[in-house]
């Protein structure tokens, strides 16, 4: 079966197990990074949300040799357990008064998504970008969102520096954030429950270093965590605790690792390493950047 042939037959199937009151249809959408995925949209005809199934995944799995009834199986229980109870109202998207306290902001990388920056407001950080987004309050699993784009400036009459201070308050109370040594999730953990990429980037140079461990920074629901590292004086007082600088890999957009300086790592090293992973076990649209970063205590800065 071929990937076009894959697609319909997804949705044949969707549509006579689900019955005609549900509209079931692909769109095409462009992810993080420029990479473009099919999505598929089960929307129930009193609803106007619905969770986006990324095909382009299964179709893999098929070619594993995972039976298709058992992928569309797997896509239907998906949806049942994401989809909305209700409809958003998108008027409330006009009003900055009612969506001022869903305004979070995650990170990017600059380069990879030039043609996107045209279009939203942004703030330059390193070789990354600080983004906007609204997370909708009717979301069952809280990570729905839209993406805030320059016209919702406009919209609602707001400077790109009041945007960034609304976020900059809001996104430590809507994401929060976990911080967790990688040495117990390693020992307290099975390796195959271990999200594959995580596993490869931090299991080799920690593996003797226990003295100086790596630690997972992530939001609490492991969603644009990578963020978590502008939160304000959060980096400084692990910095205090650990009584070091240190290094920042960027994992995914979804999660950071830091790793103290007296590991015996250099920063190029872990560029490189970060690189590599990037570029065999990363999803290309969870890529945040190929390099690595240093935390300094002294100056309380990130750099390259």
Same mark, same amino acid.
């Given at each position: 079966?071929?990937?076009?042939?894959?697609?319909?037959?997804?949705?044949?199937?969707?549509?006579?197990? !689900?019955?005609?009151?549900?509209?079931?249809?692909?769109?095409?959408?462009?992810?993080?990074?420029? @990479?473009?995925?099919?999505?598929?949209?089960? %929307?129930?005809? +009193?609803?106007? @949300?619905?969770?986006?199934?990324?095909?382009?995944?299964?179709?893999?799995?098929?070619?594993?040799?995972?039976?298709? =009834?058992?992928?569309?199986?797997?896509?239907?229980?998906?949806?049942?357990?994401?989809?909305?109870?209700?409809?958003?109202?998108?008027?409330?998207?006009?009003?900055? +008064?009612?969506?001022?306290?869903? $305004? /979070?902001?995650?990170?990017?990388?600059?380069?990879?998504? #030039?043609?996107?920056?045209?279009?939203?407001?942004?703030?330059?950080?390193?070789? #990354?970008?600080?983004?906007?987004?609204?997370?909708?309050?009717?979301?069952?699993?809280?990570?729905?969102?839209?993406?805030?784009?320059?016209?919702?400036?406009? %919209?609602?009459?707001?400077?790109?520096?009041?945007?960034?201070?609304? /976020?900059?308050?809001?996104?430590?109370? *809507?994401?929060?954030? =976990?911080?967790?040594?990688?040495?117990?999730?390693?020992?307290?953990?099975?390796?195959?429950? $271990?999200?594959?990429? =995580?596993?490869? #980037?931090?299991?080799?140079?920690?593996?003797?270093?226990?003295?100086?461990?790596?630690?997972?920074?992530?939001?609490?629901?492991?969603?644009?965590?990578?963020?978590?590292? !502008?939160?304000?004086?959060?980096?400084?007082?692990?910095?205090?605790?650990?009584?070091?600088?240190?290094?920042?890999?960027? &994992?995914?957009?979804? =999660?950071?690792? #830091?790793?103290?300086?007296?590991?015996?790592?250099?920063?190029?090293? *872990? &560029?490189?390493?970060? &690189?590599?992973?990037?570029?065999?076990?990363?999803?290309? +649209?969870?890529? *945040?950047?190929?390099?690595?970063?240093?935390?300094?205590?002294?100056?309380?800065?990130?750099? %390259?």
């Amino acid at each position: 079966m071929n990937y076009q042939s894959f697609k319909n037959s997804i949705i044949e199937y969707i549509r006579y197990q !689900l019955g005609s009151t549900y509209h079931i249809f692909i769109q095409s959408i462009i992810k993080n990074n420029g @990479i473009r995925l099919d999505g598929l949209i089960i %929307m129930p005809e +009193e609803t106007n @949300i619905a969770p986006t199934i990324y095909l382009n995944y299964y179709f893999q799995k098929l070619k594993q040799g995972i039976p298709f =009834e058992n992928i569309c199986t797997e896509i239907i229980n998906y949806y049942q357990k994401h989809h909305p109870e209700s409809s958003v109202d998108i008027q409330f998207f006009t009003d900055l +008064e009612q969506i001022q306290s869903h $305004i /979070a902001y995650k990170l990017i990388n600059f380069e990879k998504n #030039l043609s996107l920056l045209d279009d939203i407001p942004y703030i330059r950080f390193l070789d #990354l970008a600080i983004v906007f987004y609204c997370l909708l309050p009717s979301s069952s699993e809280q990570n729905a969102s839209i993406l805030i784009h320059n016209q919702h400036l406009s %919209m609602w009459n707001l400077s790109l520096t009041d945007l960034y201070s609304i /976020a900059k308050t809001n996104t430590p109370d *809507l994401l929060g954030y =976990e911080l967790l040594d990688l040495h117990s999730i390693l020992r307290n953990s099975d390796v195959s429950e $271990i999200p594959h990429q =995580e596993f490869c #980037l931090t299991a080799t140079p920690c593996a003797s270093d226990e003295q100086y461990p790596m630690y997972v920074l992530s939001s609490q629901n492991r969603q644009y965590g990578a963020a978590c590292i !502008l939160y304000q004086n959060l980096l400084k007082h692990f910095s205090q605790k650990t009584d070091m600088d240190f290094y920042i890999l960027p &994992s995914s957009i979804h =999660e950071v690792i #830091l790793v103290p300086t007296a590991n015996r790592y250099s920063l190029f090293e *872990l &560029s490189e390493m970060v &690189s590599s992973i990037n570029h065999s076990e990363v999803n290309p +649209e969870d890529v *945040l950047s190929d390099h690595a970063y240093y935390y300094s205590r002294e100056e309380d800065r990130i750099s %390259m």
